[in-house]
């Protein structure tokens, strides 16, 4: 396979393995992506099924990421490769696949002690059915078929297939789904999940605020933006992002910053043109010693239309507000009643104070709501449930969300989030759809039950066909069976068959509400 890149600034055509990390690679309308990169030039809408199972284009634009195997679907891109060969997203997700291909679920433990009891079993009833047989007075040709026809039709093999398979087919039925589960544990513990915490910001909503109101009270609105985006330079927080980006869409030149300190769960501290500036909620306020009490009134009217509002402080005075909002995700309200549906209690963590918290909650129809948490507060309350005996999944995208997926017994990563917040989880959610966390759920659900259907398949069939392999039929005076290693052969092919088209039946559904 070829791909066309730009070397000396000519286009030259060389095979994709030849392909350096900083080369410009030129994709056309139609063409399929070779690696992982940023597009330096152009935009185009492009076809990422392969990747999240979301049937519809994504648009990208100058500075976005796109991936290996993605399709370019109109304008031509050029694409600075970032990842190549086995660093690319593609790869990383093909072998996390077979990882949780190759491991093993609990119950797939149970089955193997069982498969391994089993075995032995067989041959010591085999010898006791020979033996006796013989001793009774029939013929030593009668006895030796006995043991050949319970030794034939006995049938582990169905044991050994009943959870490999499932499997197999419920991870890669997931992978369509865009779902990415990290081993076949996470798969079984996903189907006994009754509560889920979800993190508020990137999971419930999009994670990409917007800035809505600055309220000034000792200095013009542009000034304060300008002073709180130059001190949030230089965080990573969304909400610091969203400031920053106001501020630059408004062409404002951000000062220099000394002094950059970030408190955790509250908000930053740094020097800005030699005032000391504080930008966060009230309790970094508290705790840098400024009096919010002149922008209460505004406070309380925005947080009530569910805006974040970050306090700002210069040299221990309050300065204003800046609200920032997070627009629900479309799909939210309808994650959260199929998580009820399911017979789990959603639950939502924020570290947004309780205002804002409870009107984001109640418009996607969560009773249950943390607000004003602290990272370490969410590894608590993850804590708090398991102690009362629930099987809980974490839904989160941010760093300080890493604890929380980590002590969940199912940790689940939205696509979009933080490499640390993916690393920490067990699943990851491709298509950042909240709704992925019931299908998630509801695949889980199906594939133990599979699996159990299968064991019991497989135990059902020996129970069955072992006694009349012994010689059940002659006892009861239905004659002898002279063909009987013949049909305990075809048996025992049929158990291993019927085990097999249980499983692979399960390629065939689709969650009523998976992604379109």
Same mark, same amino acid.
């Given at each position: 396979q070829e791909a066309s890149v730009i070397r000396d600034g000519k286009e030259t055509r060389i095979p994709v393995s030849e392909i350096a990390i900083g080369d410009t690679v030129l994709v056309r309308a139609g063409e399929s992506i070779p690696v992982d990169g940023v597009i330096t030039e152009g935009d185009s809408d492009i076809d990422e099924s392969m990747l999240t199972g979301e049937s519809i284009p994504v648009m990208k634009k100058t500075g976005d990421t796109v991936y290996t195997a993605t399709v370019n679907g109109s304008g031509s891109l050029r694409i600075r490769t970032e990842q190549t060969g086995k660093n690319t997203l593609l790869h990383q997700i093909i072998t996390m696949i077979e990882g949780a291909q190759g491991t093993k679920a609990p119950i797939a433990r149970m089955a193997d002690k069982v498969a391994g009891v089993f075995v032995p079993a067989v041959l010591l009833i085999a010898a006791v059915c020979c033996a006796a047989w013989f001793l009774s007075g029939r013929s030593a040709s009668f006895s030796i078929t006995v043991m050949v026809s319970v030794l034939v039709i006995s049938c582990p093999c169905a044991l050994g297939l009943a959870t490999p398979l499932a499997i197999i087919v419920g991870t890669g039925n997931a992978a369509r789904q865009g779902i990415l589960f990290k081993n076949a544990a996470t798969l079984e513990a996903a189907g006994n999940i009754d509560l889920v915490v979800l993190d508020k910001t990137g999971t419930i909503t999009e994670g990409h605020p917007e800035v809505t109101d600055i309220v000034p009270l000792n200095m013009t609105e542009n000034e304060l933006l300008a002073l709180t985006a130059s001190a949030e330079f230089g965080s990573q927080h969304p909400i610091a992002k969203a400031i920053v980006r106001s501020a630059e869409e408004r062409g404002m030149e951000l000062a220099s910053v000394s002094g950059f300190d970030t408190v955790v769960g509250k908000g930053i501290v740094c020097t800005v043109n030699g005032r000391k500036i504080a930008v966060g909620n009230a309790s970094l306020m508290e705790e840098v010693g400024t009096d919010i009490f002149a922008a209460a009134g505004h406070y309380n009217s925005l947080t009530a239309e569910a805006k974040t509002c970050m306090f700002v402080s210069a040299d221990g005075t309050i300065a204003g507000i800046v609200a920032v909002a997070d627009p629900l995700r479309p799909t939210s309200s309808e994650a959260v009643s199929l998580i009820k549906s399911m017979g789990a209690m959603p639950v939502m963590v924020t570290g947004d104070n309780r205002q804002t918290a409870e009107a984001v909650a109640h418009a996607v129809g969560i009773s249950e709501v943390k607000s004003e948490v602290l990272p370490q507060d969410k590894l608590a309350i993850v804590k708090k449930y398991q102690i009362m005996q629930k099987t809980v999944a974490m839904a989160g995208d941010w760093i300080n969300d890493a604890p929380a997926l980590t002590q969940a017994n199912v940790g689940m990563a939205v696509g979009s989030g933080t490499d640390i917040a993916i690393g920490a989880a067990d699943v990851v959610l491709m298509n950042s759809d909240p709704r992925s966390v019931p299908v998630a759920m509801d695949i889980g659900r199906k594939t133990v039950t599979n699996i159990r259907q299968n064991l019991f398949l497989a135990f059902v069939y020996n129970a069955i066909c072992i006694p009349?392999?012994?010689? $059940?039929? &002659?006892?009861?005076? #239905?004659?002898?069976?002279?063909?009987?290693? #013949? $049909?305990?052969?075809? %048996? #025992?092919?049929?158990?291993?068959?019927?085990?097999? $088209?249980?499983?692979?039946? #399960?390629?065939? &559904?689709?969650? %009523?509400?998976?992604?379109?």
């Open positions: 009349i392999a012994a010689g $059940l039929p &002659y006892l009861l005076g #239905m004659g002898e069976f002279s063909h009987m290693p #013949m $049909l305990a052969a075809a %048996a #025992m092919s049929c158990s291993s068959v019927s085990v097999t $088209l249980n499983a692979l039946r #399960m390629r065939g &559904y689709r969650p %009523a509400f998976a992604n379109q």
